[in-house]
């Protein structure tokens, strides 16, 4: 059932107050999917309310809430940052590795790995979304035809590569692939 903004709103406007409540607490939490969860859950009998309609529903909560949105603090992709964090690594940091994963809230983005022998293993470094690229990159962002996560992320991990004098793997920089081969030593 398609619902345009004055039908969400109406419907929403319906509901009882705890119900909202529950609703918003996810939205302020930004978790996108325990709301659209409780929406179905709710409306797909009564209403015809499926997915799709409970995305559009969660959006207008998110619309209304904005800035007050508890949201993911992003990861630091400055040289100081990232190279502070790598001296936390337990073991001996052999590679700096980028590779992409994604999400239904995130789309695509990119994960910054110190890949670590001795013990063997993998630290997190950065996660690297499209708002975190844009926020790093600035002007630049728009001068690369490839994913901004996926710019950022290359400058980002090949700069603390350099300076921890380890090779940089990147095995899918121009196009998303979370199953392209991983760092081997």
Known sequence: MG????????WWESLPAGIRDEIDGYILQDSLLGAVRVIVAI?????GIGVGTAQLIANDRY????DRI???????LDLESLAYRAAGCEGRIVAIEAIWDGDT??????????IT?????ESHMATVYWSTAKRYLGEDADGDPRHPAAVAAEQAGRALAEYLSVPFHFPSPDTPDDEAPRWQP
């Open 43 to 47: 409306g797909l009998v009564p209403h």
């Open 105 to 114: 809230v995130h789309d695509w983005f990119v994960r910054l790995l110190a």
């Open 70 to 76: 508890a949201r993911e603090p992003e990861s630091p």
């Open 3 to 10: 619902m345009n903004k004055a039908a969400r709103t109406e």
């Open 63 to 66: 619309l209304y809430y904005g």
């Open 117 to 121: 022998a001795d013990p063997a293993g």
